[in-house]
């Protein structure tokens, strides 16, 4: 059985239009749009798996049964096991065995290509897709895809959506090979900020500079040197459907001065708002070192060791973690 490929869109510089071409392989692509998915359902290998949830008022379950994209699969980003809590700190990749059952029972194996389906209801719904597309290419999986504008933008434009009781599907075997180099442990943040990495937090900027805090986070404040890129910078409402802003990336990468070419962690509060900026700059920039620290805040202030940056009015001010 060939590979399923995708349409070449997404890459700075290119139209965001996806190009199919005339046989059955696709050039790969980490963004799809809805007039290809829509070319494309009748394809074997090809499975849609929406993952919309309560975030951003996007849906459930009941949703999905009421209103989806024809044969698609759901699973809960929120519900079904994509992330888990550990030792008090929330948002962390699961075993990968856990994960592998979870996916495998999708009906999705080494040879599916994979669409991930936000409900394209906001920024922070966006980071689901974002999420669960890094945890496939974490787990070894290459044929994965966002669709932009998610189901939202699939309504918008008018193609069909179907209700009732979803297609059945046979559960299948998925193995993972683990891609240790796209997540950062805490180990790895501190050793990051002894080198020229570049640490790049995701969050809003009243977070980055300290005037607003997540309960995940024991304290405000950023990882010290850290630079911001704001998640929901890189999304646009177009009549209430949220679809990438590629064309205006690069300018925001040359405001947050990262370079492509060094070692560079992501990281928000709890590993969430951190995966969109990781998609963007790895699978659209084109950084080819970069990793996302799932612990993200929740990990790195749970010990008094680690200092944070308060960044007010301009003034940078280090402190260390308070009780």
Request: charged letters at 25%.
């Amino acid at each position: 059985m060939s590979r399923l490929l995708f349409a070449l869109i997404g890459a700075l510089g290119f139209s965001t239009q996806a190009l199919a071409l005339e046989t059955t392989q696709f050039e790969t692509t980490p963004l799809v749009d809805a007039q290809w998915l829509n070319d494309h359902l009748d394809q074997d290998e090809l499975v849609v798996l929406d993952v919309r949830s309560a975030i951003d008022n996007g849906g459930d379950a009941e949703s999905f049964a009421e209103a989806r994209i024809s044969g698609s699969r759901y699973s809960s980003y929120t519900d079904d096991g994509w992330r888990e809590t550990r030792d008090s700190v929330a948002g962390l990749m699961p075993e990968v065995s856990e994960l592998e059952t979870l996916i495998g029972n999708l009906g999705i194996d080494k040879d599916s290509a994979v669409v991930i389906v936000p409900a394209g209801t906001g920024a922070t719904d966006f980071g689901s897709a974002a999420r669960v597309y890094w945890t496939f290419k974490v787990l070894g999986h290459d044929e994965v895809a966002i669709l932009n504008g998610g189901f939202a933008g699939w309504q918008q434009q008018g193609f069909e959506i179907v209700s009732g009781e979803p297609d059945r599907y046979d559960a299948a075997e998925f193995d993972a090979t683990l891609r240790e180099a796209l997540v950062a442990s805490t180990e790895d943040v501190e050793a990051a900020r002894e080198s020229q990495a570049q640490l790049v937090d995701a969050r809003p900027t009243d977070y980055f500079t300290g005037d607003e805090k997540s309960s995940a986070a024991r304290v405000a404040g950023t990882i010290p040197g850290a630079r911001s890129l704001p998640h929901q910078s890189h999304l646009n409402d177009q009549n209430g459907a949220y679809y990438l802003d590629v064309d205006g990336l690069q300018s925001r990468i040359n405001a947050a001065e990262l370079d492509s070419s060094v070692r560079t962690i992501a990281f928000c509060n709890t590993g969430h708002w951190a995966a969109t900026d990781w998609f963007v700059l790895s699978e659209v920039a084109g950084f080819e070192n970069i990793a996302m620290y799932d612990g993200s805040m929740a990990a790195w202030t749970i010990s008094d060791s680690r200092p944070v940056q308060l960044a007010r009015e301009g003034i940078k001010q280090v402190r260390e973690l308070l009780n």
